[in-house]
């Protein structure tokens, strides 16, 4: 198993269905739960263990998927209320290693998920298919990205993410 891949890359074809839409939002508005079930029980000194080496530690996983989805919930509302706008990077690795990131208690992330996602999740059940056609364009990697295939995105990063901590906890056996 790539350990920083421990489900595999995202990888998704085609359109988009209904039934494909559902899924992805029942599996973010489960993140916040499955993300506390999975460090708990974790002393201090567990959530500093890289999840591999050359990885972050477990907490700075979770500070990272607050960051992340706080960031894409953003980029699902410019594209929702601007036509294809080009939204604005952020450099994950360097808000990783911020203080933040390394060192307040996880808690606090958490509760981030648990809002943040009840909302997410409120408004992703509200849109049309016209709504998840909305696209938006990353500078970067100068991609054009509709709303619909970003869903998918992020349904798989959580579920990756979670993993990185629960294959270290397998691993380690704790």
């Known amino acids: 198993m790539d350990l920083r891949y421990p489900i595999g890359t995202f990888e ?3 359109e988009v269905t ?3 839409r559902k899924q992805w939002i029942q599996d973010i508005a489960e993140l916040p739960e499955r993300a506390r079930e999975a460090v708990k029980g ?3 000194e567990q959530l500093r263990l890289p999840y591999r080496e050359g990885g972050w530690m477990l907490k700075q996983v979770i500070h990272h998927m607050a960051d992340s989805h706080m960031n894409s919930m953003v980029r699902f509302k410019l594209a929702l209320t601007e036509d294809n706008p080009t939204i604005r990077p952020y450099y994950e690795e360097r808000w990783a290693e911020l203080s933040d990131s390394r060192e307040l208690d996880v808690e606090f992330s958490l509760q981030i998920l648990d809002a943040l996602h009840r909302r997410w999740v409120a408004l992703l059940n509200t849109l049309t298919d016209a709504d998840y056609a909305k696209t938006f364009y990353h500078p970067a990697s100068k991609e054009t990205t509709r709303l ?3 869903l998918g995105v992020y349904a798989w990063h959580g579920r990756h993410h979670i993993a990185h901590i629960t294959s270290l906890r397998s691993r380690l056996g704790i």
């Open 12 to 14: 998704h074809t085609g």
């Open 18 to 20: 209904l039934e494909q």
């Open 42 to 44: 974790l002393s201090e």
């Open 148 to 150: 619909d295939y970003n």
